[in-house]
């Protein structure tokens, strides 16, 4: 899909308050095509506590895909595999390897949404759907966002089935404990070079979202690379979608570099919450979750800069968990390697202490740790 069209944007003139013409209520699902969704779903079974919730395949009726739905707190995640050579999920998976297709949002209206939103300027990817089976029935429908990535809205106010319709309860007999994640705090895209503002320009006009808070390249930058980031939210707050570009530097921005490997703009990362950092990425690390090591020094100082916090620094220091503190209160954030062998995907575990701001604080520290990891792929 082209953004070229799209006029550039005045900042001046996003108005303060999102109008929230949709409304969204939450995220519904993130769906990812990947090569291999059994083992997928084992992996985020095993390493991140996600549990067996639906299934759809070949035994109900599917017949080019394979999806597993888990599910942890209010997060749903569905791995979607091609099972044929025709299939067109897989040249997005030859493209970008595994990463996120769909980040589908929960409305009352979905066919609403379609309306308005494409009339407001965006490409439609699906005109609305019913679909239905014996418990109830399904709206969805869908557009495109940046890159590959597309929107679908889903109204499921009457549905009570396990997931969407064509999907059955996944029973499994291997069902390991929860690591206590709760929900998605954000969804952050990579987008390319001066793409930033018209993606901005896209959820302000397309989706009536709010910029909450802007960075520079300033602001986020050490002394070999930087990126622009601009959060935007949609009304009530649920759904907040920082847009990262890269922005020139001594040597290659790790947005450039997520950019040359998935080909193109996606999903970078996905923040989940937790009520106690400490005990999710205690029980994350010993399953094997990889997190992006911070130098110890960055604790020697860290109290001076954010003052003083509930938890006991040893434990954080020793996990590499980050802090940052904003008028509100402050954050307690770590963010893993990319949990694909492409340096792009990776998830962010965040507890938020009143604060809620995005980390800005921690981005030199937690930067200056990414590009000892580029360092090692010699692609800085
Ligand atoms: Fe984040």
Known sequence: METTSQSPLNLEKIVPEAE??????????????????????????????????????????????????????????????????????????????????????????????????????????????????????VVRSGIHTYGETV????????????????????????????????????????VGWGQMNTWVDFYARVMGFAQLISFDDKDISTEYTALMSKVMSNGNGRIKFPINEPAEGKKKSQIEEYIDFYDGAGVQHIAVATDNIIETVTALVKRGVEFLYVPSTYYDTVLDRVGEIDEDLEPLKELGILIDRDDEGYLLQIFTKPVVDRPTMFFEII?????????????????????????????L
Do not use: C
């Not at 701001?357 to 930067?367: D, Q, T, V």
């Open 20 to 137: 929230d013409f949709l409304p969204l209520n939450g995220t519904d699902y993130v769906e990812l095509f990947v090569g291999n969704a059994k083992q997928s779903a084992h992996f985020y079974k095993t390493a991140f506590g996600f549990q067996s919730e639906a299934y759809a395949g070949l035994e109900t009726g599917e017949k080019d895909r394979t999806s597993y739905v888990l599910r942890q707190g209010k997060i749903r995640l569905v791995l979607t595999t091609p099972m044929t050579a025709e299939s067109p999920i897989n040249e997005h998976i030859r493209k970008h390897g595994d990463g996120v297709k769909v980040v589908a949002l929960w409305v009352d209206d979905a066919t609403k949404s379609w309306e308005e939103t494409t009339k407001r300027g965006a490409k439609s990817f699906m005109e609305p759907e019913t679909i239905e089976d014996a418990h109830g029935k």
């Open 351 to 379: 507890q938020r202490k009143g604060a809620q701001s995005f980390g800005k604080g921690n981005f030199k520290a937690l930067f200056e740790a990414i590009e000892r990891e580029q360092e090692s792929r010699g692609t």
């Open 151 to 190: 929107h679908i809205f889903i109204e499921r106010k009457n549905y009570n089935g396990i997931f969407l319709p064509g999907y059955k309860k996944w029973e499994s007999h291997y069902n390991p404990e929860s690591v206590g994640l709760k929900y998605i705090d954000h969804m952050v895209g990579n």
